[in-house]
C-alpha cells in the first residue's frame, strides 16, 4: 500500500514540482491550494506526511500547523518557507514540525527529508506498542513467557516452531487461564513479522456497540462524537500480527465483516467509502467450543473452516501438573524481584499441596496464588504452613469457625480475577456465575445420586432448565431419572 503525502501550496508551479518529485520516489500525492483545505483533508483522510507552506493567501502556515496538531492529526508536517530565518525555524520546531525545506528548495533534501520523516514517525509508533505490549505480559523477552516441560508442552513448543513462519492463521483453543495470548506472541516473535507490532483485541471485554470502530476505525462524522479520523487495530497491525481473543464472543455481523477481511485483505472503516488494504495475519483464540458454537448457529460455518487451517489446542494446568513447580519457581523468581521481596524458597510439602489442587483457573490462578502468597508473607520458606496461610482454598476451602460462606467465597474469588490486570473484562458477572453454578450442579447432583428430579427439587429449578444447563455444561450422567 502507497504511503500518502499532502502537499498544500497556493502556487502551482510548487505544487506540480512537488508533486512529480514525490510520485517518482513512489509516494501517492495530494493537493491542496490553502489552510483550509489542508485541514478539511487531513481530517477526512489518511496521510502519511503534510507538507505545508508557511505562507498562505486565507492563513499562516504554522497556525494551521497548531490546528492539526489540536484536533488529534498524528502525523508528520514538513513546512516550506521562502525565508530561511532563525525565527520560522524555532517556531516550526515548537509548533511541532517534524522540519522545515527554504525556497527553493533541493529536490533530493526534499525526498530523504520526506522518508525520513515518514520512517521516524512509524518507527515511534512501532516503540510505543512495543513498550506497551512488553509491559503488559512483563517479559523481558517477547518469546521466553511460556513456562513448561511436560510432553503436552514440548508439542505446543514444536507446533509453534512449525506454524509460525507459515503466514497461516492460527486457532488457539483452551481454558481461561492457560496462556493463549503467550502462545500468539511466541508465533509472532519467531515469524518474518517480528519486527511489525503484534496488537491483542480482546473482544469480550469490549462492549458489541464500539467494537466494529475498534477494529476496523472511522471516518470523521460517522457517528455523534467522531470529530476526527481514527484507524482501527487492523491498521495498527498492518504488516504484523493481529490476535482477536475470545473470537467465540463476535457478534455474526462482525463475524461477516471479518470473513470479508480474512478473504479480500481489505475493509472500510465505519463510515467510510474507500477499502483499506492490509497485510495482517490474524490470530484467534478462544476458550469456548467452536464446533458446538457453530452447530448452535452463534458461529458462522464458513469462517470457522477459514479459522480453523492450524489449531493449537492448550491443556489445562491439571492435565499437564508436572508444570506445576517450575511455573511456581519461575513466578518466585520474577514476583520477587517485582515486588522487592527478595528470593524466596518452596518446600517440597508445599509443592505437594499445589500439586494436588484442581486449578480451576490454570496458569493465571497458580500466578495469582503466588504473587499473593509473596505479598502477605514474609517467610523466606514457603512451607506448607505458610502457603495455607496465605491461600487456605487450596486446601479443599477448609472452613475455619471463624470464617463465614460469604468470607470463602470472596477470598477464592479474588484469587481467581486477576485484579492487576487493568481493564477487568467485561461480563465478568456471566464468567463467574457460569464458574459458580456448575459445581453447585455437580454437589447436588452427587447428593441426590445421579437423580435429575430429586436434584432439580434441591436447586429450586424445573427439569427442563436443569437439562439445559447439563447440556451446556457437558455434563452427562448414566441415571436419567
Same mark, same amino acid.
Given at each position: 500500500?502507497?504511503?500518502?503525502?499532502?502537499?498544500?501550496?497556493?502556487?502551482?508551479?510548487?505544487?506540480?514540482?512537488?508533486?512529480?518529485?514525490?510520485?517518482?520516489?513512489?509516494?501517492?500525492?495530494?493537493?491542496?491550494?490553502?489552510?483550509?483545505?489542508? &485541514?478539511?483533508?487531513?481530517?477526512?483522510?489518511?496521510?502519511?506526511?503534510?507538507?505545508?507552506?508557511?505562507?498562505?493567501?486565507?492563513?499562516?502556515?504554522?497556525?494551521?500547523?497548531?490546528?492539526?496538531?489540536?484536533?488529534?492529526?498524528?502525523?508528520?508536517?514538513?513546512?516550506?518557507?521562502?525565508?530561511?530565518?532563525?525565527?520560522?525555524?524555532?517556531?516550526?520546531?515548537?509548533?511541532?514540525?517534524?522540519?522545515?525545506?527554504?525556497?527553493?528548495?533541493?529536490?533530493?533534501?526534499?525526498?530523504?527529508?520526506?522518508?525520513?520523516?515518514?520512517?521516524?514517525?512509524?518507527?515511534?509508533?512501532?516503540?510505543?506498542?512495543?513498550?506497551?505490549?512488553?509491559?503488559? $505480559?512483563?517479559?523481558?523477552?517477547?518469546?521466553?513467557?511460556?513456562?513448561?516441560?511436560?510432553?503436552?508442552?514440548?508439542?505446543?513448543?514444536?507446533?509453534?516452531?512449525?506454524?509460525?513462519?507459515?503466514?497461516? $492463521?492460527?486457532?488457539?483453543?483452551? #481454558?481461561?487461564?492457560?496462556?493463549?495470548?503467550?502462545?500468539?506472541?511466541?508465533?509472532?516473535?519467531?515469524?518474518?513479522?517480528?519486527?511489525?507490532?503484534?496488537?491483542?483485541?480482546? &473482544?469480550?471485554?469490549?462492549?458489541?456497540?464500539?467494537?466494529?470502530?475498534?477494529?476496523?476505525?472511522?471516518?470523521?462524522? =460517522?457517528?455523534?462524537?467522531?470529530?476526527?479520523?481514527?484507524?482501527?487495530?487492523?491498521?495498527?497491525?498492518?504488516?504484523?500480527?493481529?490476535?482477536?481473543?475470545?473470537?467465540?464472543?463476535?457478534?455474526? #455481523?462482525?463475524?461477516?465483516?471479518?470473513?470479508?477481511?480474512? #478473504?479480500?485483505? +481489505?475493509?472500510?472503516?465505519?463510515?467510510?467509502?474507500?477499502?483499506?488494504?492490509?497485510?495482517?495475519?490474524?490470530?484467534?483464540?478462544?476458550?469456548?467450543?467452536?464446533?458446538?458454537?457453530?452447530?448452535?448457529?452463534?458461529?458462522?460455518?464458513?469462517?470457522?473452516?477459514?479459522?480453523?487451517?492450524? $489449531?493449537?489446542?492448550?491443556?489445562?494446568?491439571?492435565?499437564?501438573?508436572?508444570?506445576?513447580?517450575?511455573?511456581?519457581?519461575?513466578?518466585?523468581?520474577?514476583?520477587?524481584?517485582?515486588?522487592?521481596?527478595?528470593?524466596?524458597?518452596?518446600?517440597?510439602? =508445599?509443592?505437594?499441596?499445589?500439586?494436588?489442587?484442581?486449578?480451576?483457573?490454570?496458569?493465571?490462578?497458580?500466578?495469582?496464588?503466588?504473587?499473593?502468597?509473596?505479598?502477605?508473607?514474609?517467610?523466606?520458606?514457603?512451607?506448607?504452613?505458610?502457603?495455607?496461610?496465605?491461600?487456605?482454598?487450596?486446601?479443599?476451602?477448609?472452613?475455619?469457625?471463624?470464617?463465614?460462606?460469604?468470607?470463602? &467465597?470472596?477470598?477464592?474469588?479474588?484469587?481467581?480475577?486477576?485484579? $492487576? +490486570?487493568?481493564?477487568?473484562?467485561?461480563?465478568?458477572?456471566?464468567? &463467574?456465575?457460569?464458574?459458580?453454578?456448575?459445581?453447585?450442579?455437580?454437589?447436588?447432583?452427587?447428593?441426590?445420586?445421579?437423580?435429575?428430579?430429586?436434584?432439580?427439587?434441591?436447586?429450586?429449578?424445573?427439569?427442563?432448565?436443569? =437439562?439445559?444447563?447439563?447440556?451446556?455444561?457437558?455434563?452427562?450422567?448414566?441415571?436419567?431419572?
Amino acid at each position: 500500500m502507497k504511503q500518502r503525502v499532502l502537499v498544500v501550496d497556493d502556487e502551482d508551479s510548487i505544487r506540480w514540482v512537488l508533486g512529480r518529485c514525490l510520485e517518482k520516489a513512489g509516494y501517492t500525492v495530494e493537493f491542496g491550494e490553502n489552510g483550509s483545505e489542508a &485541514i478539511r483533508k487531513a481530517t477526512s483522510d489518511n496521510f502519511s506526511l503534510i507538507i505545508l507552506d508557511i505562507k498562505m493567501p486565507d492563513s499562516n502556515g504554522l497556525e494551521v500547523l497548531k490546528e492539526l496538531k489540536l484536533i488529534g492529526i498524528d502525523i508528520p508536517v514538513i513546512i516550506i518557507t521562502a525565508q530561511n530565518t532563525v525565527k520560522n525555524a524555532i517556531e516550526a520546531m515548537k509548533r511541532g514540525a517534524y522540519d522545515y525545506i527554504a525556497k527553493p528548495f533541493n529536490l533530493d533534501e526534499v525526498k530523504l527529508t520526506v522518508e525520513r520523516a515518514i520512517e521516524n514517525h512509524e518507527n515511534s509508533k512501532k516503540l510505543e506498542l512495543l513498550r506497551a505490549a512488553l509491559r503488559e $505480559t512483563e517479559l523481558l523477552e517477547p518469546h521466553q513467557g511460556i513456562v513448561g516441560e511436560s510432553l503436552a508442552m514440548l508439542k505446543i513448543y514444536k507446533t509453534i516452531g512449525r506454524v509460525a513462519e507459515k503466514d497461516l $492463521t492460527v486457532l488457539i483453543t483452551g #481454558e481461561s487461564g492457560t496462556g493463549k495470548e503467550l502462545v500468539a506472541r511466541a508465533i509472532h516473535f519467531n515469524s518474518r513479522r517480528r519486527d511489525e507490532m503484534f496488537v491483542p483485541v480482546n &473482544i469480550a471485554a469490549l462492549p458489541k456497540e464500539l467494537l466494529e470502530s475498534e477494529l476496523f476505525g472511522y471516518e470523521k462524522g =460517522a457517528f455523534t462524537g467522531a470529530t476526527i479520523r481514527k484507524q482501527g487495530r487492523f491498521e495498527d497491525a498492518n504488516r504484523g500480527t493481529l490476535l482477536l481473543d475470545e473470537i467465540g464472543d463476535m457478534t455474526p #455481523e462482525l463475524q461477516t465483516k471479518l470473513l470479508r477481511v480474512l #478473504e479480500e485483505k +481489505q475493509f472500510y472503516r465505519l463510515g467510510g467509502e474507500k477499502p483499506v488494504e492490509v497485510d495482517v495475519r490474524v490470530i484467534v483464540s478462544t476458550n469456548k467450543n467452536l464446533e458446538k458454537e457453530v452447530e448452535k448457529g452463534a458461529f458462522r460455518r464458513d469462517l470457522f473452516y477459514r479459522l480453523n487451517a492450524i $489449531t493449537i489446542e492448550l491443556p489445562p494446568l491439571r492435565e499437564r501438573k508436572g508444570d506445576i513447580p517450575v511455573l511456581s519457581e519461575h513466578f518466585l523468581e520474577k514476583y520477587g524481584k517485582e515486588l522487592g521481596v527478595g528470593k524466596r524458597i518452596i518446600s517440597d510439602e =508445599a509443592k505437594e499441596i499445589l500439586l494436588k489442587y484442581n486449578w480451576r483457573g490454570n496458569v493465571r490462578e497458580l500466578e495469582n496464588t503466588i504473587k499473593r502468597v509473596l505479598v502477605l508473607s514474609s517467610d523466606a520458606m514457603i512451607t506448607s504452613q505458610v502457603l495455607l496461610e496465605a491461600a487456605p482454598y487450596l486446601e479443599g476451602m477448609k472452613v475455619k469457625e471463624e470464617d463465614s460462606l460469604d468470607e470463602l &467465597i470472596t477470598a477464592r474469588l479474588l484469587n481467581l480475577i486477576d485484579l $492487576t +490486570q487493568e481493564p477487568l473484562p467485561n461480563g465478568i458477572y456471566d464468567l &463467574i456465575m457460569r464458574s459458580v453454578e456448575k459445581p453447585l450442579i455437580e454437589a447436588v447432583l452427587k447428593i441426590a445420586k445421579g437423580n435429575k428430579k430429586k436434584a432439580a427439587k434441591i436447586l429450586g429449578i424445573n427439569r427442563n432448565t436443569l =437439562a439445559k444447563k447439563l447440556e451446556d455444561f457437558g455434563i452427562h450422567l448414566e441415571d436419567s431419572a
